[in-house]
């Protein structure tokens, strides 16, 4: 079964999230912060992560353009899914190494296929 790894600091974002992968069969890990995240990608590896921008500490950005660049690390997949849905968002967001790029709200299908078809890459 494939993990995808949640970073969200919003509860009923981090919710709504888990939920549609777990219905779509994904095991489910989370971090609340990018610095919970990189201790959750060094214990457990998942298939992709799911990236909030607006996080505690380093910005969802930091912590795409970290893992990108860490050889260990740099070939799972990463959706980024924030409400900062501007064109210039959406640039800098791929220009870190994120695969995909979804605005919440989120449709919730589309996010599942975006999640699964980049775990099947």
Do not use: H
């Not at 069969?25 to 060094?42: C, D």
């Not at 457990?44 to 910005?59: A, F, K, T």
């Not at 605005?103 to 099947?120: A, G, H, S, Y």
């Amino acid at each position: 079964m494939s993990t995808a790894l949640v970073v969200e600091d919003s509860m009923t974002d981090m919710q709504i999230l888990m939920g549609c992968l777990q219905q779509g069969g994904i095991t489910v890990l989370s971090a609340q912060t990018g610095e919970e995240a990189f201790t959750a990608v060094a214990r457990q590896r998942p298939d992709v992560i799911v990236l909030d921008v607006v996080l505690p500490g380093c910005s969802g950005f930091e912590v795409c353009r970290e893992l990108k660049a860490n050889d260990e690390t740099c070939d799972i997949p990463i959706v980024i899914c924030s409400t900062k849905g501007g064109e210039m968002d959406k640039f800098w967001g791929m220009k870190q190494g994120a695969d995909a790029y979804l605005t919440k709200p989120i449709d919730q299908e589309e996010f599942v296929r975006t999640v699964k078809n980049l775990i099947k890459r």
